[in-house]
């Protein structure tokens, strides 16, 4: 019998940065949301100011922690395609979210809490797509080449 192992490569260390991060990150989102909802905001509203919180923190973190080893130019030019991804990011998560929530919350036996699993959902999807985009493009390796691979990760 083969157990499955994973070597630790420099990518999947960068990887589980990131998660870690987005722990965070999302802990953050979750609780504003959550906050907001409970405060009467509707959800697209609640959503779109929680997830806006959580890319600051991960902006931040993933800048000097999880991409240390990019070239550091100013940190607005790495903000703006940083906040490009997380913009697509917030879309595909919300539309989640909205697509989800009603549907959640009849499973939950009409319960207003529908949201929480539908953004459950809309984050571990969202996660891979933030990841590659901000590895490929935000934050390029030192020799500004594109990693030729996932290796360790995908």
């Known amino acids: 019998m083969t157990i499955l192992t994973l070597r630790k ?5 960068r990887f589980l940065r990131f998660l870690a991060v987005g722990a965070l ?3 953050l989102d979750f609780g504003l949301l959550t906050t907001l909802k409970r405060a009467g905001v509707p959800t697209l509203a609640a959503n779109t100011l929680s997830f806006s919180a959580g890319v600051i ?3 931040v973190l993933n800048r000097r922690w999880t991409f240390g080893d990019a ?3 100013r940190w607005t030019a790495q903000f703006v395609p940083f906040a490009l991804v997380s913009l697509v990011g917030l879309v595909l998560n919300s539309g989640i979210v909205l ?4 549907p959640f919350g009849t499973l939950l036996g009409g319960s207003e809490w529908g949201y929480l699993p539908a953004k459950a ?3 571990g999807v969202v996660v891979f797509w933030n990841y590659c985009a901000n590895r490929l493009w935000t934050f390029r390796p ?3 080449q594109r ?3 996932f290796e360790g990760i995908l």
């Open 121 to 123: 959902l809309a984050t």
């Open 71 to 73: 070239p550091q130019s």
């Open 99 to 102: 697509l989800l929530e009603v």
């Open 142 to 144: 030192q020799d500004g």
């Open 57 to 59: 923190n991960n902006f």
């Open 25 to 27: 990150g999302t802990l």
């Open 9 to 13: 490569t420099p990518e999947l260390t």
């Open 147 to 149: 990693p030729k691979n």
